[in-house]
């Protein structure tokens, strides 16, 4: 079993910086597909980014890309998710998951683990 523990949510204002982190408990960390997803008041849940094992590919959402980015750092089974240019719209609880195939594919039905999420509030 894998735990998955979000940190680094809080409020900014638009336009500005926040770094999610997700530390993992896994002993085999590096091979995990790694995501972060977000779910905003009354919507579905939706991908934002993902990272292969081995930090082979990155993938993006299109209403986030070249705003975020997504890394990791195996020594430490963390993946980070650094979001610059803040917009209102990003607000949403920001969710960690793993995927054991090491893929790190776009939707929620690959992925086997999930944190509890952080919020982020974006105000205008």
């Known amino acids: 079993q894998v735990q998955l523990v979000e940190s680094g949510g809080g409020l900014v204002q638009a336009g500005g910086s926040l770094r999610l982190s997700c530390a993992a408990s896994a002993r085999t960390f590096s091979v995990y597909g790694m995501g972060w997803f977000r779910q905003a008041p009354g919507k579905e849940r939706e991908f934002v980014a993902a990272?292969?094992?081995?930090?082979?590919?990155?993938y993006y959402a299109d209403s986030v890309e070249g705003r975020f980015t997504i890394s990791r750092d195996d020594a430490k089974n963390t993946v980070y998710l650094q979001m610059n240019s803040l917009k209102p719209e990003d607000t949403a609880v920001y969710y960690c998951?793993?995927?054991?195939?090491?893929?790190?594919?776009?939707?929620?039905?690959?992925?086997?683990?999930w944190g509890q999420g952080t919020q982020v509030t974006v105000s205008s």
């Open positions: 998951a793993g995927d054991s195939t090491g893929w790190g594919r776009r939707t929620l039905e690959e992925y086997d683990y």
């Open positions: 990272i292969t094992r081995n930090d082979i590919n990155t």
